[in-house]
């Protein structure tokens, strides 16, 4: 079963931290169109992509998971 991770949950963070899509895309490396298409779910998140996301970010990797039901960390 493939690993699903949830758009909402990273726009969530990006914007309780305020924190816009070309920051992301710099702190991971990747394009901002790349980032702007996980974040809309035009993408699916990569393996990848959400480690180095979850790392820029400061929480671990399976929160952005779609099964995960805790709050957004502040």
Do not use: C, H, N
């Not at 991770?5 to 710099?26: C, F, H, I, N």
């Not at 979850?54 to 779609?66: D, I, T």
């Amino acid at each position: 079963m493939a690993v699903m991770y949830s758009p909402q949950r990273l726009r969530e963070l990006l914007e309780t931290q305020g924190r816009k899509r070309d920051w992301l895309a710099a702190q991971t490396e990747y394009e901002p169109e790349t980032v702007s298409r996980y974040l809309s779910g035009t993408y699916p998140i990569s393996d990848k992509f959400a480690q180095r996301a979850a790392r820029a970010l400061g929480v671990p990797v399976a929160w952005l998971l779609v099964e995960d039901t805790e709050a957004v960390p502040a």
